[in-house]
């Protein structure tokens, strides 16, 4: 804790001179397995150096094996790795690289209460006892058993599908790619707000569509924007993310949606409501599938609100006439959802695991959201209480190259808003993503990096590196 090292005899940048001299004082016996380093703040004080030096310099140390950081205690020497005269190998395994701090994926956080766990595990023990029968080819759009677990979920959104209506497809992204398969040709225009999810861009641009960004406003897409695109580009399909909007975190409120839904009518356009963080809020408005269901291709995903592994989604389509191009499409591309996936979501939708493994995604995703408000400067991001990201608004003279750039040099993964943007420049911002595997310690640790960097300008943090 009392360790200050010397930094004045390196002519290296000051992180390295902070990891040498800890590679340095270990070969001495200055520093021995277990000792506890001084937390980066108080160190970078006594150095009179940059926070962020410091805590780039424990990285470098610890991307090579000198130290660990354990969750909650602090960052602590680790053993030494001896070779055995016998057979010169380590007797002690050498250290993996550490991985990035990723916050560049929008995931659930991922569940550790012991009870949960073992209920999910039950699940799966269970579902395996039907295994022969799942290796078997399933029907096109799921098992009569899997339509009606998926009917029940979507009841939660207040949609009650035909059976006919509703396909069990293996993931949102393979129903976007049918959906517009079987809407629009190539060369043919699709809307989606200024600021959207990479992978509709990605898939328009795969299928040679046209995708246009219209402006948005505090409630997400502007109606006038809309109205007007309609007249002038004639679309075959509005692409939306009305609840907690990737990236912005926008929730479209339900007089808006009302708004969009009467414009779409009026020029014959498909709505594709992807409803991807929809059971995220308990009180979420009404989906457009409620509203114009004539309209609407309904997207319900369920590796947001469970788990990004669970590669499931429950699609409805607006008419039974819709569904035969996209059952064709689906087929093409797809085929069927993994029958054990489908057989697993349903049994923990039927016996209530799918409802706890939600009810702790939101609670962990408040806490995490709470974390962030209160490292984070205020008014500098956009943000829901149970939202997986943050939508940070660099301060000038940041730019997102710069800010992310810093990070990733750090250790530390976020997203530039150049992958979301298509409509008009980029805005100088970021999406910063608070779940997935990380735990909160950790993420606090980045978030205060974060925080320190911002309330500096560019080039003093590149000098303190």
């Known amino acids: 804790m009392d360790w200050l090292p010397d930094l004045t005899r390196s002519d290296k940048p ?36 940059d926070f962020t030096t410091v805590a780039r310099g424990y990285v470098e140390a610890q991307r090579r094996g000198l130290v660990e950081s354990r969750v909650g205690q602090g960052t602590f020497v680790k053993a030494a790795t001896v070779k055995t005269p016998a057979t010169g190998r380590d007797s002690i395994p050498r250290p993996a690289m550490p991985e990035l701090v990723d916050l560049s994926m929008t995931l659930p956080p991922e569940p550790d209460d012991p009870a949960l766990v073992a209920r999910l595990r039950q699940g799966m023990v269970e579902v395996s006892e039907r295994l022969v029968s799942l290796l078997r080819y399933q029907p096109l759009g799921g098992s009569p058993a899997d339509k009606a677990a998926a009917a029940l979920w979507l009841g939660r959104r207040g949609l009650a599908p035909a059976s006919e209506q509703l396909f069990v497809v293996p993931g949102a992204n393979a129903a976007l790619l049918a959906i517009l398969s079987a809407l629009a040709r190539p060369g043919d225009a699709v ?50 993310n009305p609840v907690l909007q990737n990236p912005t975190t926008i929730t479209m409120p339900e007089r808006r949606r009302g708004e969009v839904a009467a414009i779409a009518r009026r020029h014959g356009v498909a709505i594709i409501e992807d409803d991807a963080y929809g059971f995220l809020p ?156 990380i735990g909160r310690k950790a993420l606090g640790d980045a978030l205060a990096f974060m925080a320190h960097a911002l309330e500096q300008a560019p080039e003093a943090s590149v000098r303190a590196l």
């Not at 800890?22 to 006594?46: F, N, V």
């Not at 707000?193 to 898939?203: C, D, H, M, V």
């Open 14 to 49: 000051r992180y390295l001179a902070i990891a040498d001299r800890i590679a340095a004082d270990i070969a001495a016996g200055a520093l021995s397995a277990g000792d506890r380093l001084p937390p980066q703040r108080r160190l970078a004080e006594a150095l009179a150096i």
């Open 282 to 437: 308990p009180d979420a408005p009404a989906p457009f599938a409620a509203l114009a269901p004539e309209l609407t291709w309904h997207i319900a995903g369920l590796s947001k609100c469970l788990g990004a592994g669970l590669r499931l989604a429950y699609v409805v389509v607006s008419d039974l006439r819709s569904g035969w191009p996209f059952a064709a499409a689906l087929r093409a591309s797809s085929i069927m959802a993994s029958p054990l996936t489908a057989a697993l979501a349903t049994h923990w939708i039927e016996d209530g695991s799918a409802d706890a493994l939600l009810a702790f995604v939101r609670a962990e995703t408040a806490a995490r959201q709470r974390l962030a408000a209160e490292i984070l400067p205020a008014g500098s991001s956009s943000a829901d209480p149970l939202s997986f990201n943050l939508w940070l608004e660099l301060p000038q003279p940041w730019t997102r190259a710069a800010f992310v750039g810093q990070m990733q040099a750090t250790g530390i993964g976020i997203v530039a808003s150049d992958a979301f943007t298509a409509k008009g420049p980029a805005p100088e911002a970021a999406r910063i993503c608070l779940g997935g595997p």
């Open 191 to 240: 809307m989606c707000e200024a600021l959207t999810y990479p992978g509709i861009r990605s898939i328009c641009a795969q299928l040679g569509l046209s995708l246009t960004g219209l402006a948005m406003d505090g409630d997400g897409l502007d109606p006038d924007a809309f109205a007007e695109a309609c007249g002038r580009l004639k679309p075959k399909a509005l692409y939306l």
